[in-house]
């Protein structure tokens, strides 16, 4: 008999599920947009019902016309650090913090004030930041005391649907790391940070590695997805994580996942003095990896497209591109249009077009904001080799993959071979394949991504990226 293995995306925006069979191969698949709430001006929630009842739904949308006792196991792939405070039974007090609230900037000087920045990334790994866990959670304690105090547990949205589908809060390290309550050195909880700061260790989930068994689905999880009580659940993990699990990463390899940001995995023996970092344990790998983010890869296309070039499609754009020389007539575009990304911490790069003349058309305009973009992706590169990680091919996916421009800009900037993977659905695939190694005692081999790769080689970029850093300037 056939077995199926089940990849939840528990996105930000959209919530996934594919179904998989035992070799990996595609079986069917179900998505539905999820709203985000603004309750008061600058504050951004979600309810977390959006993180349970919908996958339960799409789960069993996918399995329509199966036998159920054929589904042997469900893995998650999920946004990180939001919280929502719960009951004992894994019910919410209150709607869900999204990682997008940065409501916690007064809660994040009082950190700040207690331990300086560099001891905050030193034992953490992260760059002290509001849109982590740990300040959302001490501006609960101080503006919403009876539910910090009453709360059973603190859940992220992996822990959340994890208990809800089988009873059990458990998390992963790179879940766990994000939240700034994880130690790097110790790889747990920090009970120092816990007792510092006023959050009960216990009302945390327990961590354990990924793609090892979390739990069976409990009785109302079984009637929400049609599955049977022998259906296990899998530690899951954070989606850029459990992605770059399923598109393979291995030592020289740097996943780059083409979104509204762009975000980049690599695997190192030992932290990054610049890149936020964190523990990786998936079968056949137990490391570090590095992660560096251009915050705004899909956003800057799409804000120029919706902004600047009204009325263009985005293959209008790719075509408009491919008429600009290399260097796009000299015009450079700086895509720091939200804040500062990595590895410009401590800096505030002035974002914009550059070196304009009346000679630039809009081919160049885009082929610069397409080269700026790549650009950013080569300097995070740079700082991952200063890390001491191995950089050899750059493997990518995402929406932005799709462009046969971006990636040839992308590959003659970075300077290395680059790996486009044709299937879509990575998250989803690396969730079910944490799945299919949770249901296998770790054993992973025989699970393959069901399509192949288109590989670029590099030409040079002329000299493009010399002329970017030189002419990138900061705010006073």
Known sequence: ??????GVDLGTTAVKAALFDETGALCGTASREVPLLYPRQGEIEQSPECWYEIPCALMCEVCTGIDPAAVRAIGISSQGISVVPTDGDFRPLRDGVSWLDARA?????DMLAAMPEEAWFARTGKHASALYTLPKLLWLKRHEPDAFRDA???L???EYLTARLCGCAVTDPTMAGGTMLYDLAE???SAELCRAFGVPEEKLARIAPSCTPAGYLNAESQRLTGLGAGTLVAVGAQDQKISAYGAEIEEGTVTLSLGTAGAAEVLCSRPSAVLPTFVFRV???VSYTLEACVNTFGAAIRWARDNVFCGLTYAEMDRLAETAPAGSGGVRFYPHLSGVSTPHFGTSPVAGWSNLTLAADRGCLIRALYEGLACEVRANLDAMRE???AVETLRVFGGGSRSRILCRILCDIAGIPLEVMDFSEIAAFGAAKAAFAASRGGEADGFVMPSGRTRYTP????GVYDAYRAGQRYAE
């Open 156 to 158: 992220m949205p992996l």
């Open 152 to 154: 059973a547990h603190f």
């Open 459 to 462: 030409c040079g970029d002329g």
């Open 283 to 285: 079968p056949g790998c």
């Open 1 to 6: 008999m056939t077995t199926y293995y089940i």
């Open 105 to 109: 900037e007064a809660e994040l000087s």
């Open 387 to 389: 890390a001491g990680a």
């Open 187 to 189: 790889e747990g909880w």
